[in-house]
């Protein structure tokens, strides 16, 4: 056997760069998108998780503040009745003689009494609903920021896909900072909520 020089079959060398270019000791490009894109779709989903629960919130809350608004509505429509029957009794009055007139008399004194009542109760319940509106209000700001998180992040994902189909960095770099974006939102929301 002669001892020279040995070559290898060109598909053999196609077959040995490609072990080269993919060692595990050297990343390339496309091994850092893909490391970037798992790790934006796993921020994403905790930041549409958040986002759902927050609006969540904001619904109820909401719905807390109709409710109460209509338990208002109710007491001040009561309060009205209660108002309307004092002026029948001050027509009654006004019509029958001041020695017949006492048991109206007793009746507005009586109604006169109810529309206090009935007026704390409906004033109370209004600051309930206006105390709810406001704690939806603020609720939906940090929500609000979390859905233009998600876009930044959905954008950055985007870019990142775009980067691996055609090799190009700065699209990469477009997606950083699409991503830094989306994440700086998110901790401005979390430090809202």
Do not use: C
């Amino acid at each position: 056997m002669s001892e020279g020089l040995h070559t290898h079959a060109p598909h053999e060398e196609a077959v040995h760069e490609a072990a080269e270019s993919h060692n595990p000791k050297k990343h390339s490009l496309y091994q850092w998108v893909a490391i970037f894109t798992a790790l934006l779709a796993t921020i994403g989903a905790i930041v549409s998780y958040q986002g759902t629960h927050l609006m969540n919130e904001v619904l109820l809350a909401k719905n807390e503040a109709v409710l109460e608004k209509a338990k208002a509505t109710d007491q001040w429509n009561y309060y009205q009745a209660i108002s309307t029957k004092e002026h029948l009794m001050d027509l009654a009055v006004a019509m029958t003689p001041t020695s017949k007139n006492a048991p109206f008399q007793k009746k507005i004194a009586k109604y006169k009494q109810q529309k206090k009542e009935v007026q704390l109760q409906a004033e109370h319940l209004d600051q309930l609903s206006n105390s709810a509106n406001q704690h939806s209000a603020q609720l939906d700001k940090p929500h609000n920021d979390m859905a233009i998180a998600m876009i930044f992040l959905q954008i950055a994902i985007s870019l990142a896909s775009v980067t691996a189909l055609t090799g190009r960095t700065w699209l990469f770099g477009m997606a950083i900072l699409s991503a830094i974006g989306g994440i700086g939102l998110w901790g401005m929301a979390l430090s809202l909520a």
